[in-house]
């Protein structure tokens, strides 16, 4: 059983700084992609931010300079460093991840709340 155990999150005010953390557990081969997606109250979830095993990154245009992704790979960890945030970072942050377990699977987190008060 492979799970993604997140940290993290809470009431922040604006201008304010964040950091989640995830870490992948259980039986697997390897860990390839791990990423951030968000989804605010009446809208899509959005990918927010990627790391590649290698340590690649990728960003959503809304949070770049704002926004550190990284990883350990020996631990198998994934944190999301938030600075600078704004009312519309407001949302359910999910961590996920691409897990080799009989094939690549694609994993999920149960959720953190971010709130950013004005």
């Known amino acids: 059983q492979v799970q993604l155990v997140e940290s993290g999150g809470g009431l922040v005010q604006a201008g304010g700084s964040l950091r989640l953390s995830c870490a992948a557990s259980g039986s697997f081969s390897s860990v390839s992609l791990m990423d951030w997606y968000r989804q605010a109250p009446g809208k899509q979830r959005e990918l927010v931010a990627a790391v590649t095993s290698s340590g690649s990154t990728n960003y959503a245009d809304s949070v770049k300079g704002r926004f550190t992704i990284s990883r350990d790979n020996a631990k198998n960890t994934v944190s999301l460093q938030m600075n600078s945030l704004k009312p519309e970072d407001t949302a359910i942050y999910y961590c996920?991840?691409?897990?080799?377990?009989?094939?690549?699977?694609?994993?999920w987190g149960q959720g953190t709340q971010v709130t950013v008060s004005s």
């Open positions: 996920g991840a691409r897990i080799i377990v009989n094939g690549l699977r694609r994993y």
